[in-house]
């Protein structure tokens, strides 16, 4: 099961415009790079579990969900919120409160949190706005004397248990959906995402529990305003809307890696919840549809599919229970004969193959035409280039140990 091409699993070699790939057998990084493009600066979690900027082009090894970092790839997006770090400033309007500003340390590990003190019932905090419907408010919060927050989008609201990271209420005729995701020191990014469209307001208050009238304080970062189902990487303003734009990685392999009459393709990934396009991982000769090995998710069947294609027909596996916002290890592999797709350890299908792909001479994270892009998180991509037995195909997409299957799935407790 020598792997041609293997990409991640905690080996990480990369700089301004591309990623290395690693070979195991030679024991070094192989000159065979995913070039990665980003024209903006954007932030990733490092290993100290600290946000941090990097620069237009730098490839993002997030450790966010795992100690081994995954490969980080998402869409462009905008925080609209101007301020997103000085509560104070008066595009912040404060009914009932007192806020201080860098007197706690923050997620990005410096002293610029601030500390949100309600001097009198129902105190909050506010922005005025126009929503466009299908938006994600995120806050980073730590609790005080207060354990809890509720944050309001249009007419939609959630409460976050600072405490125990966890949503204890959502309400609201156009919510959509609320997270609470868990950094260093007590924070928690706190989400909510509405459909709501037209004038209205954001806004955030500290609680015990669902009681808005209470009285103490929390301490905030960070906050964000976007378009779109879910809350992307932290984008920090200081006076103006700032634009994250969208990452690629293609290109990776030649002709001499990549084996046209059988092979086998793994991907340990995360695709995010509530994905709003599709998402392919392609082995091809960089034409869409024709001579392509790849994985695909579906977003409008919301199905994980493999698929194998020479210049005229396909085969194809389709899944319909695939997990979304959570890492899952896919399989494919073909011959001449057939095509078989493993998740996490279970076969999902084989099928019969109608045509056989020639001439491939590289992955990409997209369709093989530079649309489509995979977004979500990769923690490792491998190339075999023979056909891998049903025996291979189980051990390699399973959880060899409980300590093994709570790393994975960045679990606390089973």
């Given at each position: 099961?020598?792997?041609?091409?293997?990409?991640?699993?905690?080996?990480?070699?990369?700089?301004?415009?591309?990623?290395?790939?690693?070979?195991?057998?030679?024991?070094?990084?192989?000159?065979?790079?995913?070039?990665t493009t980003r024209d903006s600066i954007a932030t990733r979690v490092n290993k100290e579990g600290l946000i941090e900027v990097v620069g237009n082009d730098v490839p993002r090894i997030d450790y966010t969900d795992s100690a081994d970092g995954a490969l980080l790839l998402e869409p462009q997006s905008t925080n609209l919120i101007t301020y997103s770090e000085d509560f104070n400033n008066a595009s912040w309007l404060k009914t009932n409160l007192n806020i201080t500003k860098d007197i706690e340390i923050a997620p990005n590990g410096l002293l610029?949190?601030?500390?949100?003190l309600q001097t009198v019932s129902g105190g909050y905090a506010r922005i005025n706005t126009t929503l466009a419907g299908s938006e994600t408010f995120s806050l980073f919060a730590k609790k005080g004397d207060l354990t809890d927050l509720k944050l309001f989008l249009g007419g939609?609201?959630?409460?976050?248990?600072?405490?125990?990271?966890?949503?204890?209420?959502?309400?609201?005729?156009?919510?959509?959906?609320?997270?609470?995701?868990?950094?260093?020191?007590?924070?928690?990014?706190?989400?909510?995402?509405?459909?709501?469209?037209?004038?209205?307001?954001?806004?955030?208050?500290?609680?015990?529990?669902?009681?808005?009238?209470?009285?103490?304080?929390?301490?905030?970062?960070?906050?964000?305003?976007?378009?779109?189902?879910?809350?992307?990487?932290?984008?920090?303003?200081?006076?103006?809307?700032?634009?994250?734009?969208?990452?690629?990685?293609?290109?990776?392999?030649?002709?001499?890696?990549?084996?046209?009459?059988?092979?086998?393709?793994?991907?340990?990934?995360?695709?995010?919840?509530?994905?709003?396009?599709?998402?392919?991982?392609?082995?091809?000769?960089?034409?869409?549809?024709?001579?392509?090995?790849?994985?695909?998710?579906?977003?409008?069947?919301?199905?994980?599919?493999?698929?194998?294609?020479?210049?005229?027909?396909?085969?194809?596996?389709?899944?319909?229970?695939?997990?979304?916002?959570?890492?899952?290890?896919?399989?494919?592999?073909?011959?001449?004969?057939?095509?078989?797709?493993?998740?996490?350890?279970?076969?999902?299908?084989?099928?019969?193959?109608?045509?056989?792909?020639?001439?491939?001479?590289?992955?990409?994270?997209?369709?093989?035409?530079?649309?489509?892009?995979?977004?979500?998180?990769?923690?490792?991509?491998?190339?075999?280039?023979?056909?891998?037995?049903?025996?291979?195909?189980?051990?390699?997409?399973?959880?060899?140990?409980?300590?093994?299957?709570?790393?994975?799935?960045?679990?606390?407790?089973?």
């Open positions: 099961m020598a792997q041609k091409l293997k990409f991640g699993n905690g080996t990480w070699a990369t700089k301004e415009g591309s990623t290395l790939s690693y070979n195991d057998e030679g024991g070094n990084f192989k000159p065979l790079p995913f070039t610029n949190a601030s500390k949100i939609d609201y959630s409460y976050f248990d600072l405490e125990n990271g966890v949503v204890l209420l959502a309400s609201g005729s156009t919510f959509v959906s609320s997270n609470i995701e868990s950094f260093n020191n007590d924070w928690y990014r706190c989400s909510i995402t509405s459909s709501y469209s037209g004038g209205t307001s954001i806004r955030f208050q500290g609680t015990n529990g669902t009681n808005d009238n209470s009285l103490g304080f929390i301490y905030t970062y960070g906050a964000q305003l976007e378009q779109g189902s879910y809350a992307t990487s932290y984008i920090p303003t200081n006076g103006s809307s700032v634009t994250r734009q969208a990452d690629t990685a293609s290109g990776s392999g030649n002709s001499e890696v990549f084996n046209d009459s059988e092979g086998a393709l793994f991907a340990d990934i995360l695709i995010a919840e509530n994905i709003s396009a599709n998402a392919n991982i392609s082995i091809s000769k960089g034409i869409n549809g024709q001579n392509l090995f790849k994985i695909l998710y579906l977003q409008s069947e919301g199905k994980i599919r493999a698929e194998l294609r020479d210049s005229t027909m396909n085969t194809i596996i389709d899944y319909s229970n695939f997990n979304l916002g959570e890492f899952s290890k896919v399989l494919l592999s073909y011959n001449s004969t057939t095509l078989k797709m493993y998740i996490n350890g279970f076969e999902i299908g084989s099928e019969d193959v109608n045509g056989i792909p020639s001439g491939l001479n590289q992955i990409d994270f997209d369709r093989a035409d530079g649309n489509a892009f995979f977004y979500g998180k990769t923690k490792e991509i491998g190339y075999y280039d023979t056909a891998l037995t049903d025996e291979e195909l189980e051990y390699l997409t399973s959880y060899r140990s409980l300590n093994e299957l709570v790393t994975e799935l960045n679990l606390n407790e089973l």
